[in-house]
T-cell receptor, first 117, second 111 residues
Framework: AQKITQTQPGMFVQEKEAVTLDCTYDTSDQSYGLFWYKQPSSGEMIFLIYQGSYDEQNATEGRYSLNFQKARKSANLVISASQLGDSAMYFCAMREGWDNQGGKLIFGQGTELSVKP | DGGITQSPKYLFRKEGQNVTLSCEQNLNHDAMYWYRQDPGQGLRLIYYSQIVNDFQKGDIAEGYSVSREKKESFPLTVTSAQKNPTAFYLC??????????FGPGTRLTVL
C-alpha cells in the first residue's frame, strides 16, 4: 500500500498567487516526521519544511507553510506569493518511527509546479 | 564549504559491467543514504548506514552493494545483477535521522 500519496501530477499557478500542494500519508506509528523537498530541473533535492507528528503548531519557513491535519493524515504544502523560481517538482516524504529505524524516508510520486508570469 | 559531493555527474556503463558511484560528505553526519529516482517518480531507498562499518538494505537493494569504511564516505556499486540500472542516483546524509541533506546526484545510463 502506498504510504505517501500526492494526487496532483501537475499544477499551474499565476505568479504572486498562493498554491497548495496536496499530500496524504498512511502510518500506524505515533512518532513520525513529514518533509517537503523541492527538486529543480538540475536534479538536486532542496529541503523546504519539516513537521513532527507531535508538533501542535503548523510549521512555517518563510513563504512555505505546512497545513498539518493529523486526523485526516494530510500534510499539504502552501506556497505563498509564488515566484517564477518556484517552478519545480515537489516531493512529500515521511519518516516513520524514530532513530532506531535509521531515519529512512518514504517519498511520494511528486507534483510538478509551473508558475506562470 | 561543508556539503555532500557525488561523482561522477554522468556515468555510462556497458551491460554486464559493475560501476561504483562515489558519495562523500564533510558534515560529520553519522547517517548516510542512497536513493534511486526513475523519470517522473519519487525516490526509493537502496541502502542506508547509521554508523561506520554498518549498513542496512532499503526497499530496492537487489543488484546493489555498499560499504562504509569511513564516516565521510558511502560508495554505491551497481552490479551486473541489477537488471535495469539506468536512473538518477542521489546520496544523502543526516545528523539526527531527521532532515536529510542531498548531494547533486549521478545520472547512470546503461548502453
Amino acid at each position: 500500500a502506498q504510504k505517501i500519496t500526492q494526487t496532483q501530477p501537475g499544477m499551474f499557478v499565476q505568479e504572486k498567487e498562493a498554491v497548495t500542494l496536496d499530500c496524504t500519508y498512511d502510518t500506524s506509528d505515533q512518532s513520525y516526521g513529514l518533509f517537503w523537498y523541492k527538486q529543480p530541473s538540475s536534479g538536486e533535492m532542496i529541503f523546504l519544511i519539516y513537521q513532527g507528528s507531535y508538533d501542535e503548531q503548523n510549521a512555517t519557513e518563510g513563504r512555505y507553510s505546512l497545513n498539518f491535519q493529523k486526523a485526516r493524515k494530510s500534510a499539504n504544502l502552501v506556497i505563498s506569493a509564488s515566484q517564477l523560481g518556484d517552478s519545480a517538482m515537489y516531493f512529500c516524504a515521511m519518516r516513520e518511527g524514530w532513530d532506531n529505524q535509521g531515519g529512512k524516508l518514504i517519498f511520494g510520486q511528486g507534483t510538478e509546479l509551473s508558475v506562470k508570469p | 564549504d561543508g556539503g555532500i559531493t557525488q561523482s561522477p555527474k554522468y556515468l555510462f556503463r556497458k551491460e554486464g559491467q559493475n560501476v561504483t558511484l562515489s558519495c562523500e560528505q564533510n558534515l560529520n553526519h553519522d547517517a548516510m543514504y542512497w536513493y534511486r529516482q526513475d523519470p517522473g517518480q519519487g525516490l526509493r531507498l537502496i541502502y542506508y548506514s547509521q554508523i561506520v562499518n554498518d549498513f542496512q538494505k532499503g526497499d530496492i537493494a537487489e543488484g546493489y552493494s555498499v560499504s562504509r569504511e569511513k564516516k565521510e564516505s558511502f560508495p554505491l556499486t551497481v552490479t551486473s545483477a541489477q537488471k535495469n540500472p539506468t536512473a538518477f542516483y542521489l546520496c544523502a546524509s543526516s545528523p539526527d535521522y531527521n532532515e536529510q541533506f542531498f548531494g547533486p546526484g549521478t545520472r547512470l545510463t546503461v548502453l
